[in-house]
Nanobody, 117 residues
């Protein structure tokens, strides 16, 4: 069974930084597109950043220049380095994997990020 486990969330002051991690198991990780989403209370889930198997990245406009997504295929892991955090970044951050072999989509449980003003 595929598992995605996120970590690294927490409480941080505005302007601070956090690094989220997501470890995947039972996937051909190198062929997988990894994406970070977030969902704030009362709001729709939104894409934050994505990285495909080639390493090409995509970012939401409201995080460009502040967040960086990266992957380590040897560790089956994807990371989200978040800097210059704002209160509006407060949300549950979820890791998503789309298999390049089966096209199945998998979700982690999420990690809470809270940015205080």
């Amino acid at each position: 069974q595929v598992q995605l486990v996120e970590s690294g969330g927490g409480l941080v002051q505005a302007g601070g930084s956090l690094r989220l991690s997501c470890v995947a198991s039972r996937l051909i990780f190198s062929a997988t597109t990894m994406t970070w989403f977030r969902q704030a209370p009362g709001k729709q889930r939104e894409l934050v950043a994505s990285i495909v198997s080639s390493g090409k990245t995509t970012y939401a406009d409201n995080v460009k220049g502040r967040f960086t997504i990266s992957r380590d295929n040897a560790k089956n892991s994807v990371y989200l380095q978040m800097s210059s955090l704002k209160p509006e970044d407060t949300a549950v951050y979820l890791c998503n994997a789309v298999s390049g072999v089966t096209s199945y989509s998998y979700w982690g449980q999420g990690t809470q990020v809270t940015v205080s003003s």
